[in-house]
């Protein structure tokens, strides 16, 4: 027989567990997790497109809309605009529809680094969406993981529903997050930005996809939005945000990511939304008939870049983003 142990913090339901406050079941042992009191407030849809580009406001190869593609919204994240000084001041004094001169809507990114998280304050937001402008932001991100002790995750998820509540007080559409180390953290944040009246949601999930944790949580995240939706009789939106592939789950409504650049600066080919070499034999003599390619084949564009390496890139990136789009909307 083994002698076991026990640690302080890690042992609820003893009354010295320092996890108990954020343990989300009430039992005669365990309190339920403290929250603000929740406001109501009347909001509508975004209505997100099935693909709604993230554009890298400090470089100006992803403003596609300057070279005649038309697509109706895009992303702007927050982080980029802050990590710059100069943009910072240009997009505060003019708003990021001027600066940019983009008419289509503009929806603010909160996924941002984690020390930048913990820099910013909800006057730093308030202010910052009051200057930018934007005509939809999401609520500010925070940092969950997998392999966090509880408490934190906990933390920082009751952390995520307060500043959901906050963000009430702004005059701008919201955007819903759904964020969460494991699926009853998801579910219960979910749950209560529903009561708030929130109906759009994004997933940040690119790190997920990576560390191929996403389909360990987005069913589960699905499940809880259509429960809310039946019992509460409201449809909801959820759009996955840093994933560039079309995903199983028919209950996605969209899709934001920056991949289509980044895979073209380093010479990635997009064909039926998956990525290959240009130079690679299975697509390289293909011609593609996009409003930007008209007939080019891969080889083609390897010629351009050697005459004319920004011309070839510009050709590479915009062919990428309509593939996107393309293979996104694939089955709609």
């Not at 941002?112 to 930018?132: A, G, H, Q, T, V």
Request: aromatic share 12%.
């Amino acid at each position: 027989m083994s002698e076991g142990s026990q640690y302080t913090g890690i042992t609820s339901p003893r009354s010295f567990c320092t996890l108990r406050p954020y343990y989300p079941v009430k039992s005669k042992e365990r309190i339920p997790v403290p929250v603000p009191s929740l406001g109501k407030k009347p909001l509508t849809k975004i209505g997100f497109q099935i693909f709604v580009p993230e554009i890298d406001v400090t470089d100006d190869r992803t403003w596609f809309w300057r070279y005649g593609i038309d697509l109706p919204e895009i992303f702007v994240p927050l982080w980029q605009v802050l990590a710059n000084e100069e943009t910072l001041r240009k997009t505060s004094s003019e708003g990021l529809h001027d600066f940019l001169g983009f008419n289509g809507r503009i929806f603010l990114s909160m996924v941002m680094p984690d020390e930048l998280i913990d820099k910013l304050s909800l006057e730093d937001y308030f202010r910052l969406i009051n200057d930018l402008r934007p005509d939809a932001t999401m609520i500010p991100d925070n940092y969950t993981y997998v392999d966090d002790p509880l408490f934190l995750s906990w933390s920082q998820t009751v952390k995520l529903v307060s500043l959901a509540n906050d963000f009430l007080k702004l005059d701008v559409p919201l955007i819903g997050l759904v964020k969460g180390a494991n699926p009853l953290q998801i579910d219960w944040a979910i749950r209560k930005q529903v009561e708030m009246g929130y109906v759009s949601f994004a997933m940040p999930a690119r790190e997920l996809f990576e560390d191929n944790l996403l389909e360990d949580l987005l069913p589960g995240a699905i499940m809880s939005l259509q429960w809310v939706s039946k019992k509460t009789k409201t449809s909801f939106e959820l759009l996955i945000y840093g994933v560039g592939h079309r995903l199983k789950h028919k209950d996605i409504n969209g899709y934001s990511n920056l991949s289509w650049f980044l895979e073209a600066k380093h010479g990635f080919y997009y064909k039926n939304g998956w990525s290959y070499d240009l130079r690679d034999p299975e697509i390289r003599f293909e011609e593609c008939n996009c409003e930007v390619c008209k007939g080019l084949m891969p080889q083609e564009i390897i010629d351009i870049m050697l005459s004319d390496r920004e011309l070839g890139l510009k050709t590479l990136i915009l062919h990428n983003l309509l593939d996107m789009k393309r293979a996104l909307a694939g089955g709609r």
